[in-house]
């Protein structure tokens, strides 16, 4: 009897974190996405309060900030400013030459999506500033150079 109620809570959990997770892989009005590139982290002094990624879908790039859990009920004064798409000459550039899918996020504001980008052709990299209410992080993921490939995400 008890063994099954293990199994039973444990599979509730899995679906709890197969949930939240599948939640931040679909963009607004797109649904389905693909991540690119890496993910960076908003964080000071080791600690992380927010991951940042690039996806690609609906023949878009699109640019996701997600406030964690912990830091979100833990009552943190954060703000994520603002989140863009940044377009690249090339992977190697010192600055990007342009921005699309500017949004910008309101107080406490748990997750952030850009707006969909026609940057698939471009290399790109997500962009967000990240307030903790003491301090603003600029935060980006590297670049990712010519999304094209399987663009029909």
């Known amino acids: 009897m008890k063994r099954s109620a293990l199994i039973a809570a444990g599979a ?56 964690w859990t912990e830091t979100h009920n833990a009552g943190a004064p954060y703000t994520p400013e603002l989140i863009v798409i940044e377009k690249w000459a090339h992977k190697d550039a010192r600055e990007p030459y342009g921005h699309e899918g500017l949004k910008k996020g309101r107080y406490r504001q748990k997750e952030l999506w850009s707006g969909g980008a026609n940057t698939l052709d471009t290399c790109t990299s997500a962009y967000v500033e990240w307030n903790s209410g003491a301090q603003t992080y600029p935060v980006r993921t590297t670049s990712a150079a010519d999304t094209r490939a399987g663009a029909a995400s």
């Open 12 to 67: 509730v959990l899995l679906g709890l974190v197969t949930a939240n997770n599948a939640l931040a892989e679909s963009a607004p009005g797109c649904g389905p996405v693909t991540q690119i590139g890496n993910t960076a982290y908003v964080g000071d002094h080791g600690q992380r309060w927010a991951s940042v990624k690039q996806f690609k879908g609906c023949g878009k790039n699109w640019a996701y900030v997600y406030t």
